[in-house]
């Protein structure tokens, strides 16, 4: 039974998975209400975390809602876990100052 | 058992357009009745908490701060209390001090108080005798109070007599597609209804600036959201650390969030579709206009919705993702979670569950429950939070050293 991952906009690289996904795990896209394809995770998704559904490329913004959430801190690929590993945020970055 | 916290009470009657309230000579309504024993300072704080243990349908108000603050600091405590003493839930008021603290004294909060028409005394522990005998003083004025005060009817209102405080917590990815969409709805139908709601926490409109900005109806109004969230920006930037941890917090992040731009996309939900009408400093008293108003305030829960309580607010919808124990002692506070695994560990203080908005519910179904939730507990129903005295979110922000 493939776990269900809700898309907010059209055109957002991320994914919420409604329930934890295992390695190898399969995923179907939920958007608007309408199921779509389906995914593998390439990490195990921990319950409600991201997951990466169009590839990111280091210093490319991540999109959700059809806005920015931040910058991949390196390349992703689709079915990679996104969290705080390979996304930085933009703001209130007082460490770079 | 999922069916539990107020789920499955969902009807096809029409939206209720009234509420019963208790409503005040300068034209506010409380969705309370309550005699507030308010502290000027810390050094009255037991005195008001031995007072409003003493009598029934009280509640205290206590702080650390009133001394030893400068400028703008001392006036934003001054400002916090005298707001919390006009909010209409208080309907009588009891403000004690301990000596004399500049420009925060009991008598000049109560003169300020006293402008919205209700009851209010002013009593200072060392004039009136030390701390037992302006106990007993207290408590015998409040007593006479208390008979005038429960005496009073509740009476049929409009929505539009009503300013939604809106607050969201304990954030998670379930926070942006469910329990605060189904806030912004509800937000949707109160202005809809010639009301209000309050929109705050200003750290998470870090990220999501433009699209409050498209939502104002003046650009002078948008331009003071950019600029607010600029200098929340910069303190943050001066402290020379990374937000993260902070902002988005520990929880956020166990929750799935990674950015404070994605906390923020997901808490501005609470806005619905509303104009914004007005854009005001922390704790300032909230105009009439009908529409949403933006407060300043840090994302901290407690000082955010102090500050809206302070604004007016008599009802708040605290919605969570990690479920919550947050409470105001004199503003209602509505908490509500989408979070399935939350709605089950934190049941104890869930009013409403919007769950089922994952199992394919409509927004407007699980918005109309929180929607109907917010008109039963402005009328008299008490919050779960409420009925176990988690009274924990007053709490004052500063802006400036103890000195």
Known sequence: MPV????????????????????????????NGKMGKTLKANQAIPYIHKICIKPLKKGEHCMKYGLSIGVASKDIKVGDYIHVHNIESARGRGDLE | MARRNGRGASSSKRLRKTWW?????????????????????????PTCERV??????????????????????????????????????AGAVIVIDHHREEGCTADE???????????????????????????????????????????????EVSVSKLLLGLNCGTSDTTSGLSHNKATGWVTDQVVKQGGRALLAETTEMMGGEGVLADKCVRPALGKRIW????????????????????????????????????????AIQKAGSAPIVDVIPWAKRANRRSGLHVMDTPGHGGESITGIAAGGSQVLIF??????????????????????LSARLQADTTDVDVTDIFEGA???????????????????????AEILHEDNAFAINRNGPSV
């Open chain 2, 109 to 155: 909060i109560a003169h300020e108080i006293a402008k919205t028409g209700k009851r209010v005394e002013a009593i200072n522990i060392r004039e009136d005798g030390g701390a037992i005998d302006a106990t007993a003083k207290a408590t015998r004025i409040g007593m006479e109070m208390l008979r005038e005060l429960t005496n009073e009817r509740r009476q």
């Open chain 2, 227 to 266: 600029r607010m969230v600029e200098e929340m920006e910069e303190r943050i930037l001066a402290c020379g650390v990374d937000l993260r941890g902070s902002q988005p917090t520990g929880d956020n992040m166990e929750g799935g969030l990674t950015t404070i731009e994605e906390k923020s996309l997901g």
């Open chain 2, 362 to 384: 409509p927004i407007e179904v699980a918005g109309r429950r929180v929607y109907d939730e917010v008109l039963e507990v402005a009328s008299g129903k008490m919050t779960k």
């Open chain 2, 319 to 340: 919605s969570t993702g990690g479920g919550h124990t947050i409470n105001h002692p004199l503003m209602s506070t509505i908490r509500i979670t989408g979070n399935p």
């Open chain 1, 4 to 31: 269900t991952a809700m898309i907010i906009e059209e055109g957002d690289n991320v994914a919420t998975c409604l329930e934890k996904v295992a390695k190898g795990g399969s995923v179907r896209l939920m958007l």
């Open chain 2, 21 to 45: 309230g208790y409503p005040r000579e300068n034209g506010d309504v409380g969705a309370r009745n309550y005699l507030l024993v308010l502290s000027g300072t810390l050094y009255a704080n």
């Open chain 2, 52 to 89: 409003a243990r003493t009598l029934r349908h009280s509640v205290a108000l206590t702080h650390p701060l009133g001394r030893c603050q400068i400028g703008p600091d001392i006036q934003r405590t001054f400002e916090t209390l005298v707001g919390h003493g006009q909010n209409a839930n």
